[in-house]
Each structure stands twice: as C-alpha cells, then as structure tokens.
C-alpha cells in the first residue's frame, strides 16, 4: 500500500501527509504502512476514491511480495 500511495502521489505531485490529513487520517499511518503495517478497507476506499483507482490496485503490490 505504502509503496502505489507515494507512486500516486508523485505522479500527481502531492505530498502524502497533508493528503492524509485532509482525509481525516493521521500522517504517522504513513510511517507504519512503510513498515509493513496493514491498513483497513475503509482507509483504503478512501485513498482509492481520491486517487479514482480500485482498491485493488493498492493490493496488487502487496500481493506481489507475498509471492
């Protein structure tokens, strides 16, 4: 998840933490999202609602690894 939000957030030349504070979200979930923390589905309906993604694509990299 960690590494597609920053990939996104790039792209569309965003910083990661105030998009996460202007989703109501804390900007230290960054922090443990990069350290292999999991995040929930709301979360993630939320960051694919703003970026116009699926939440699968958010679950497609961590799958990727798992493998």
């Given at each position: 998840?960690?590494?597609?939000?920053?990939?996104?957030?790039?792209?569309?030349?965003?910083?990661p933490s105030?998009?996460?504070r202007s989703?109501?979200?804390?900007?230290?979930?960054?922090?443990?999202?990069?350290?292999?923390?999991?995040?929930?589905?709301?979360?993630?309906?939320?960051?694919?609602?703003?970026?116009?993604?699926?939440?699968?694509?958010?679950?497609?990299?961590?799958?990727?690894?798992?493998?």
């Amino acid at each position: 998840v960690y590494d597609q939000l920053i990939k996104l957030c790039k792209e569309r030349g965003i910083k990661p933490s105030p998009l996460l504070r202007s989703l109501g979200l804390s900007a230290t979930n960054l922090k443990r999202w990069q350290d292999g923390s999991t995040i929930n589905s709301d979360i993630l309906e939320k960051l694919a609602e703003y970026f116009g993604v699926s939440v699968n694509y958010f679950l497609a990299d961590d799958e990727l690894r798992r493998t």
